[in-house]
């Protein structure tokens, strides 16, 4: 965040009492170098974070797509790292056992708590907000205990069982600003992407005020225009961040026939393969078109904040 959006999230008295520092992943001046976890990541991390006497991690405990869950040490081992070490941990996403809503048997979550070892947590504060962004219950402990306490409890708000797949799904990733880019949309894809029949129909309906949010995998998307190109493309280069957009977008919307809803220009979401229509109701009538007598519809209202999943 640059100095000038900071009020938005913090009180203009504690932004004239305090010090706030917004971390950059690609000052490698800010960093030190900190060893590597056992899964080969180098731990890159702010050297202002490491040299305090006493760390505090703050946050929300939600659903994550690929790190099972957000939470606990995250917010600094992720949040205050360096680039390299985000594409490592990252990196870690195309592994089949990197689910949403997964945490014991995930790759990337230990590799995290492997990175909370070496740049140290003291304590933990986090919170688990309700679909209308109201405190439904806070923790505050040991990281690992925060996990432990927490996930249960972030399951009886985020969790909903289904009992088959939809033919056609109305993705919402839940209002600003879970909304506010593209980088931040994609997870209302990924997540409707888990409860839609192959062939069958997504509509993203997200406003992405920002654009992309990421000049990175903007860069990388120009003059692409197959998924299959943004596979072999990423595949051939190594996993880098930013392009990973373009990989998660491209895996879940090749399955299915992807629609999309923003106040984007046309042209610019259809350079990005975004597929963009012009409004809500547009899309449904293009849906709506083939969808067969007894086919299922749904509304996921709140995707990037839900885990979705087939009742057995």
């Avoid at 099972?68 to 390299?84: E, N, T």
């Avoid at 309700?130 to 990281?143: C, G, R, S």
């Avoid at 996993?239 to 610019?268: N, T, W």
Wanted: proline share 6%; charged share 20%; with cysteine.
């Amino acid at each position: 965040m640059t100095p000038d959006e900071f009020p938005s999230i913090l009180p203009t008295e504690i932004l004239s009492r305090y010090r706030v520092v917004s971390h950059d992943s690609e000052n490698d001046d800010s960093l030190v170098y900190l060893g590597e976890t056992s899964r080969e990541t180098p731990v890159w991390s702010n050297r202002a974070y490491v040299e305090s006497d006493f760390k505090i991690v703050v946050g929300n405990l939600e659903p994550h797509q690929f790190v099972g869950f957000s939470g606990g040490v995250k917010s600094a081992a992720i949040g205050l790292s360096g680039l390299k070490t985000i594409n490592s941990n990252h990196a870690l996403m195309t592994h089949p056992d990197s689910q949403l809503g997964e945490y014991e048997t995930n790759p990337a979550r230990p590799n995290v708590e492997e990175i909370r070892r070496k740049i140290g947590v003291h304590l933990a504060l986090n919170v688990i907000l309700t679909k209308n962004k109201q405190i439904f219950f806070a923790l505050t402990v040991d990281p690992r205990a925060v996990m432990r306490a927490g996930i249960p409890l972030s399951r009886q708000v985020c969790q909903v069982g289904i009992s088959s797949k939809y033919s056609l799904l109305i993705s919402s990733p839940g209002g600003h600003p879970k909304d506010i880019n593209i980088y931040q949309a994609q997870k209302g894809l990924a997540h409707a992407a888990l409860i839609t029949r192959p062939g069958g129909t997504i509509i993203l309906v997200t406003a992405c005020p920002e654009g992309t949010g990421s000049p990175h995998y903007e860069d990388w998307m120009a003059g692409k225009t197959s998924f299959a190109e943004v596979f072999e493309r990423f595949g051939a280069e190594g996993f880098r961040i930013g392009p990973h957009k373009a990989y998660q977008i491209a895996r879940d919307a090749s399955k299915v026939r992807f629609l999309f809803c923003s106040e984007m220009d046309e042209a610019r979401a259809r350079a990005l393969l975004l597929n963009p229509v012009k409004d809500l109701q547009t899309a449904i009538d293009i849906a709506l078109a083939d969808l067969q007598r007894g086919e299922q519809i749904g509304v996921l209202a709140h995707a990037s904040s839900t885990i979705p999943y087939i009742q057995e």
